[in-house]
């Protein structure tokens, strides 16, 4: 997606070999215009799919989710990163490790909100080491639900959460793979 590796250059800040800061447009400021294509990429690349909801985690992962949701006609779900008061009852729960926050987090899903009737597209803004995304199949799995593929806004290629993910036979599309930021460069991979 040439509009979004355009951003990321312009934009993104190496802050060292492993970490692209792009909060200027996904992970602090959204730029609507963006997420929109995003969106509308990600509901052509998963066109051949019945999607029924569109599951995500807080919080920078549910722009790009909310727009695919907006493309196609389905419910977006987030997991939640914090229990508050009203996320009570029955959940769905996993453990996900972060790693630009060096913590991790037991996420939640209302066990109201996913059923095995439904087919599932994962959207996150990262991947990189795939722990958002293991915890997201696994809330998957305990629902039931079908996961028809992954969607990525940016995969970091040189980290290994792609290639494990595609390994174990998980459809995963990236709209932009990062090769390397070594040398504070960025250089996508073809």
């Given at each position: 997606?040439?509009?979004?590796k ?38 052509n ?11 995500t ?23 939640r ?19 630009t ?27 990189a ?62």
């Open positions: 997606m040439d509009l979004l355009e951003k990321i250059l312009k934009e993104g800040k190496v802050l060292s070999d492993t970490v692209l800061k792009v909060d200027s447009f996904l992970n602090h400021q959204i730029d609507p215009l963006l997420m929109k294509e995003i969106g509308e990429e990600f509901a690349r998963f066109k051949d799919e019945v999607i029924t909801k569109v599951l985690i807080e919080s920078s992962g549910i722009a790009p989710a909310t727009m695919l949701g907006l493309s196609i006609g389905a419910q977006v779900v987030f997991a990163k914090k229990k508050s008061l009203t996320l009570s009852g029955d959940l769905y729960t996993s453990q996900v490790y972060s790693f926050k060096r913590e991790t987090n037991e996420i939640s899903v209302s066990k109201d909100f996913l059923s095995p009737d439904d087919n599932v597209v994962i959207i996150d803004d990262f991947l080491n795939g722990e958002a995304v293991k915890g997201l199949l696994d809330i998957a799995k305990q629902a039931g639900c079908k996961v028809v593929g992954v969607g990525i806004v940016i995969e970091k290629g040189f980290q290994n959460g792609g290639k494990m993910l595609r390994e174990q036979g998980v459809r995963v599309e990236s709209l932009a793979i990062i090769k390397s930021l070594k040398n504070n460069t960025i250089e996508f991979a073809e």
